[in-house]
């Protein structure tokens, strides 16, 4: 259940996400963002593991991704929402 997850936990500084060359900050925006439309486009019912799968994915596809500090919130949209409507293409080796 997705109340049973805290975005919080997930969140980034620009200390976490790394050196981006002085872009520090947009990435760590951008991951952020990621984050948050994750979290807000999941169903209420969706199951705290899978909850918590997804947004660790999170981290692994996007914070060696050179076009992070770039993307634009609707391509954002988009990812977290075609990950959320096929998460076993997503999930596959966590099985």
Known sequence: MKEFVVI??????QELVGDWDGQEEE???RMNEI?????????EDIE???LEQLLAL???????NEDIAEIETNDIY????HVLDNPE???QSEE
């Open 8 to 13: 919080h936990d997930y969140l980034v500084t």
């Open 27 to 29: 990435v760590a925006e």
């Open 35 to 43: 984050y948050h439309t994750m979290y807000d486009l999941a169903e």
């Open 48 to 50: 705290t593991e899978v």
């Open 58 to 64: 999170i981290w692994d596809t996007w914070i060696g």
């Open 78 to 81: 988009d990812w977290c929402k």
């Open 89 to 91: 293409q997503h999930l």
